[in-house]
């Protein structure tokens, strides 16, 4: 079965203390892993899509890799804009073309 | 980029009636995917809607419950009939590839 797992559930950091998100999958024919963010009562915001292991994609303060079985949100500096909840997907076949399947998210809090 | 728009953007409703939600997009796309957060939750696929076919409904979702129409490139709608307490959610409207996955704001939805 297609899985996403994502840890931990909430990190909270202070100001400019570097640190990382994990995102564990399981999938069929994996096409693509994509990071999200979304702040409260609003719809997730697009990041990054890794396609291949070794890939690395960065924004701003977030950097994005990929292995065979796992990716990580690597959060350097952080400030207390960066704040919200991230979320990791993996999309897979499915009928009809393709389908996404979403982790729980990461609960990020950075402190002033 | 895709720029998506719902109506509403939240709404309540009693028990046992129904309620019709609106998604908009700003480009012509094949392929749109409703999709349910609860509370504290993360996002779990109703069904996708390809223009010119019936909607592909995922397991736990049935088309007696939530009726999908997707009549144009740039329009759908998803309605939850019947609605219960359990309904209360955040539903969300999606269009994307495999290259990436662009989200509406959502519709929150309470049901008394």
């Known amino acids: 079965e297609d899985q996403v797992t994502q840890s931990p559930e909430a990190l909270r950091l202070q100001e400019g203390e570097s640190s990382s998100l994990n995102c564990s999958y399981t999938v069929s024919g994996l096409r693509g892993l994509f990071w999200y963010r979304q702040d409260p009562g609003k719809g997730p915001e697009f990041l990054f899509t890794l396609y291949s292991a070794g890939e690395e994609k960065e924004k701003e303060r977030l950097k994005a890799t990929l292995t065979k079985k796992e990716s990580f949100l690597h959060i350097t500096a952080p400030k207390p804009e960066d704040s919200a909840t991230y979320l990791c997907a993996v999309q897979a076949p499915h009928t009809g073309g393709f389908k996404t399947i979403f982790g729980a998210g990461t609960r990020l809090f950075v402190k002033a | 980029s895709a720029v998506i728009s719902q109506k509403p953007s939240r709404d309540i409703c009693q028990r046992g009636t129904s309620l019709t939600i609106q998604c908009q997009v700003d480009?012509?796309?094949?392929?749109m995917f409703w999709y349910r957060q609860q509370p504290g939750q993360s996002l779990t696929l109703i069904a996708t809607a390809n223009q010119g076919s019936e909607a592909t409904y995922e397991s736990g979702f049935v088309i007696d419950k939530f009726p999908i129409s997707r009549p144009n490139l740039t329009f759908s709608t998803l309605t939850v009939s019947n609605m219960s307490p359990e309904d209360s959610s955040i539903y969300l409207c999606?269009?994307?590839?495999?290259?990436?996955?662009?989200f509406g704001p959502g519709t929150r939805l309470t049901v008394t």
């Open positions: 480009s012509q796309v094949t392929m």
């Open positions: 999606s269009v994307g590839s495999s290259y990436e996955q662009y």
